[in-house]
């Protein structure tokens, strides 16, 4: 029986996240059972002492096998967690164990503050990794206001509650400088925890308890530096329940299963909104405002403490300054960069040129290929070299170029321009475009293409829609397009015409009888005749399969006919005679003169034509004596119509 691999490798992957899911969920119910325990043996100082130390020690032991079951992406952190924890441990051994052993109370300060204090520093360097780990490259803006609300709110706290209290106490100085150290330490795991849970993503179930951490820490402290300010002693009070919970939540925090993508996510560099900024600028103006309000108290502690805490506030407003100025610069420079690279990738031209002055701004890559020289290098734009007027040799006219005509605030626009480029004439499309400023023009914006290869592509395709494909004449659509312009001048001057309608005799015939391919070499052969036998003006095409139509401009009399029909006699004849193809060409030709008194359609002559041809062909059918070229001209009213 087999099975499938990957389903079981998912299945345990399954399992295994649901026995780590279980793990956090068994320690809260171990710390929970320890907070109880430690409220029932209230009055029993050894027993209280050794489960709270206890408790610390499943903090320890939690972050360690966190580490072990979820395999963070940045354990040195939580390694760094564990060691502060552990120093905790051994600081409560010192301070609440031992004196508990003896029968005495807790001191404060006594000699594990030491050890205390190593705690936090390692605890701290533990957020500080963790928050390296997952900040943008090297934005530390976030790290540096959470330091300047930090610094703001203990500096508050010390003058309205800690300096108060300990100007009556009986501490030492040594004392009285811990008591408002600790809270001060408090306030910057809170800091960091806190900017390490916003931008956290999933991940923030593993951080959400780390926040409470040292939260509990800080109220935790702060109760018991007051209390011991105050002359209040008394162990198993309300403040070790707050240690109690803080060390609930760190182990919470190591054991989540979500703990192991704290470091995945990272984070977007920091920007500050302007609240952030008059929130940061009001922080910063609270330090010395407290300094001024003690000094004119008259106290002595406050001054010292308040001009160390303004000292280090203006350090870190300075470098926050300096990195909201270095975040503008590089949005600046990227901004820049970014547009830098947008007009670089696209196939036009352009080039940004001072209104007042005419000198390049800026010019991308691809107007210096189109234009075969670099325009930035070019000063004014009546400088500009290799551009002329569209099929001549002169110059373009520098008072015409769009760009001067867009420095005087308009748009401008041209396709009659060419540049000279590698002995190549190569057509351009310019557009210049006025930017203001208010109502001043300052820059003005020059984009250009090169249509060469677009109007070719046209050209092609307008041959491609009027040219016949076999004989290269026009078609149908170019005959009719071309004959009507000049049916239009002639009848406007009053100029003579004939229109002849040609067909190629025998053409099935010869298809049948030699294949389409001889066939279609008569079509060629009689279409050279023709253009042989035309003027430049005169337009000839192709509307049929077998049929031609020529249009004779300036030719409005029988003799111009006649003296047209007998050139085209001696050319087919002398092709019949040396080709040595097996057929020989046949034409009828029929004739109509243009109507100078009466409207006269291109569809009219024709048809009028096409009947003469019929006629031709019925008239001389079976008679040779024209020879190969047949033609019959149909008169108009004011002359006997049929007449040959």
């Known amino acids: 029986m087999f099975t499938d691999a990957s389903s079981g490798t998912a299945a345990g992957e399954d399992s295994g996240l649901r026995k780590r899911a279980r793990v956090w969920i068994w320690y809260v119910g171990v710390s929970l059972a320890l907070l109880a325990a430690y409220a029932a043996t209230a009055g029993h100082g050894l027993t209280q002492a050794i489960i709270f130390t206890g408790s610390s020690l499943a903090a320890v032991v939690a972050i360690l096998v966190g580490i072990h079951l979820n395999r963070p992406t940045s354990p040195e952190a939580w390694y760094l967690l564990a060691a502060g924890q552990a120093a905790y441990v051994v600081g409560n051994v010192g301070w609440y164990v031992a004196a508990a052993a003896q029968g005495r109370p807790t001191a404060f300060p006594s000699p594990a503050v030491d050890v205390f204090l190593a705690s936090y520093v390692l605890s701290g360097l533990a957020l500080l990794q963790l928050i390296r780990a997952r900040r943008a490259g090297g934005d530390w803006s976030a790290l540096l206001d959470a330091l300047i609300v930090t610094i703001a709110f203990t500096s508050a706290n010390f003058v309205l509650v800690v300096a108060p209290l300990l100007g009556a106490s009986q501490l030492s100085w040594h004392g009285q400088l811990l008591a408002g150290v600790y809270p001060f330490l408090d306030m910057i795991f809170l800091a960091l925890a806190t900017r390490l849970f916003f931008g956290a993503g999933s991940s923030r179930r593993a951080l959400a308890p780390l926040a409470a951490w040292a939260a509990a820490l800080l109220l935790a402290d702060l109760a018991y530096g007051l209390r011991q300010v105050r002359g209040v002693t008394g162990d198993g009070d309300w403040p070790f329940y707050g240690y109690l919970l803080s060390f609930l939540f760190v182990g919470v925090a190591a054991l989540h299963p979500t703990m ?41 502690i406050e001054p010292v403490v308040l001009a160390c805490a303004s000292a280090v506030m203006f350090v870190l407003l300075m470098l926050r300054v300096g990195d909201l100025l270095a975040k503008i610069v590089a949005a600046a420079r990227r901004e820049q960069g970014r547009l830098q690279q947008f007009l670089e990738a696209i196939p036009i031209g352009v080039d940004v040129r001072d209104a007042g002055t005419g000198r390049s701004v800026y010019a991308n890559q691809v107007a210096g290929r189109i234009l075969g020289y670099d325009p930035g290098r070019v000063h004014s734009p009546a400088e500009l070299p290799h551009l002329y007027t569209s099929g001549t040799g002169e110059p373009y006219p520098p008072e015409q170029l769009p760009v001067s005509q867009a420095r005087q605030g308009h748009v401008a626009a041209v396709e009659d321009m060419e540049v000279d480029r590698e002995a190549q004439r190569r057509q351009l499309r310019v557009v210049a475009t006025p930017i203001r400023d208010g109502a001043q023009v300052s820059y003005v914006l020059t984009a250009f293409t090169d249509i060469t290869d677009e109007r070719r592509m046209a050209e092609e395709l307008r041959q491609l829609a009027v040219i016949d494909e076999l004989t290269g004449v026009n078609n149908r659509r170019g005959f009719l397009l071309a004959a009507r312009q000049e049916l239009a001048l002639a009848e406007q001057a009053r100029r003579p015409g004939v229109l002849l309608f040609v067909d190629l005799d025998g053409l099935k015939i010869i298809n049948d009888s030699y294949g389409h391919g001889v066939g279609d070499h008569a079509l060629e052969s009689t279409s050279k005749l023709l253009q042989a036998n035309i003027r430049r003006r005169d337009v000839l095409g192709r509307i049929g ?11 409005g009399r029988d003799a111009d006919v006649d003296l047209w029909a007998g050139r085209l006699r001696e050319q087919v004849t002398r092709h019949n005679e040396t080709s040595r193809q097996p057929y020989r060409l046949a034409l ?57």
């Open 260 to 300: 192991r993508n704290v470091t995945a996510h990272r984070e977007r560099a920091d920007e500050a909104g302007r609240a952030r900024l008059v929130a940061l600028g009001l922080c910063g103006l609270a330090v010395p405002a407290l300094v001024v309000d003690s000094v004119r108290h008259g106290e002595q």
């Open 545 to 555: 399969g077998d049929e031609f139509c020529v249009l004779l401009t300036e030719a």
């Open 588 to 644: 009828t030709v029929g004739a109509t003169f243009i109507d100078q008194d009466a409207p006269n359609t291109i569809e009219d002559l024709i048809a009028r034509a096409d009947a003469a041809m019929y006629q031709a062909r019925e008239r001389y059918n079976g008679r040779d004596f024209q020879g190969p070229v047949r033609i019959l001209r149909l008169i108009q009213d004011t002359r006997p119509t049929g007449t040959p």
